[in-house]
């Protein structure tokens, strides 16, 4: 049997009303996972902004990357992206986070660079690609640009990788019929919505 290994929390923000009944569900969920004859080892996450923002470190940078050029994570690093791709988005994820009022630990940023070294990886993003699902773009590279644009924070490296990924979302959108282009469109598709919108 499997056992799932996985941290819960609330993540906070101005939607909930009432934080403590949020918290008791959070509590409940906690001992109905923990239930299982499997014993599931789960952890309570008191801080999921800043887990988010560790996160995004590596799939901001990683995920992206191997989505965007179709090479796991060990291929990406022998064709050199490290230095010239994977670690200038790395240090933009840092400054948004620190503008966001969130320190992110110095020796994450190699850890996450290296951490895939030599296992061939494939990445959950790489992954909805080669199978022609559409990809996390928002969340993964719109969210952190939202908060930068909001922040003042200049994040030029994300902007380009945000912007070459929404190419490949369209071009899934346009396999799977959800945008439809050419003579035979009839109207005129319009653009997905990106990161700017709102502001």
């Not at 003042?152 to 346009?174: A, C, N, S």
Request: proline content about 4%; aromatic content about 8%.
């Amino acid at each position: 049997m499997t056992i799932d290994s996985v941290q819960f929390g609330l993540f906070e923000n101005n939607t909930v009303k009432d934080k403590q009944a949020a918290e008791d569900r959070l509590q409940q969920w906690l001992k109905l996972y923990t239930l299982s004859k499997d014993k599931n080892a789960v952890t309570l996450d008191t801080n999921v902004r800043l887990t988010r923002w560790k996160k995004l470190v590596y799939n901001s940078a990683v995920n992206t990357t191997t989505a965007l050029v179709d090479l796991d994570c060990t291929r990406c690093a022998l064709a050199g992206y490290k230095e010239n791709i994977a670690r200038p988005i790395m240090k933009e994820i840092y400054k948004v986070a620190d503008a966001d009022g969130y320190i992110l630990p110095p020796e994450l940023e190699q850890k996450m660079l290296d951490i895939s070294d030599g296992l061939f990886y494939t990445p959950s993003m790489l992954v909805d690609v080669r199978l022609g699902r559409m990809i996390e773009l928002e969340t993964i590279v719109g969210n952190p640009l939202r908060i930068a644009k909001s922040l003042k924070v200049d994040t030029p490296h994300l902007e380009m990788m945000y912007g070459l990924l929404k190419l490949v979302q369209f071009r899934i959108q346009e396999k799977m019929g959800i945008i439809t282009v050419g003579k035979d469109a009839g109207e005129k598709a319009a653009p997905p919505e990106d990161y700017g919108s709102g502001f």
